[in-house]
């Protein structure tokens, strides 16, 4: 499956931002979706994460009450919304898929696919 993400952009702090992650080439609904995150000069983190049919979902701690993680398989479309947006949050955001969780759905080497990145930029 390929992975598109995408509406990053530059917000202010307490702002708002929606990321998409469009996917092509195979059936979305059979891929657990999962956002990690890299800013400069740390290692990428895991965000959030969505079962495939969307009944479950998996937060960070740093971004619980604040971000909410959808899907719409019938657009073959996740999301990722963003409020209340910190500085802290500044990084590249990348979306990711897999068939399995058995990894657990904050372990990045749990996802087989990864969209480009979009940079998402919180000023202060």
């Known amino acids: 499956v390929q992975l598109q993400a995408s509406g990053g952009g530059l917000v202010q702090a307490g702002g708002s931002l929606r990321l998409s992650c469009a996917a092509s080439g195979r059936t979305f609904s059979n891929y657990h979706m999962g956002w990690f995150r890299q800013a400069p000069g740390k290692e990428r983190e895991f965000v959030a994460a969505?079962?495939?049919?969307?009944?479950?979902?998996y937060y960070a701690d740093s971004v619980k009450g604040r971000f909410t993680i959808s899907r719409d398989n019938a657009k073959n479309t996740g999301y990722l919304q963003m409020t209340s947006l910190k500085p802290e949050d500044t990084a590249v955001y990348y979306c990711?898929?897999?068939?399995?969780?058995?990894?657990?759905?904050?372990?990045?080497?749990?996802?087989?696919?990864w969209g480009q990145g979009t940079l998402v930029t919180v000023s202060s």
């Open positions: 969505v079962t495939t049919t969307g009944p479950n979902t």
């Open positions: 990711a898929a897999t068939r399995s969780l058995r990894l657990g759905p904050n372990n990045d080497y749990a996802y087989d696919y």
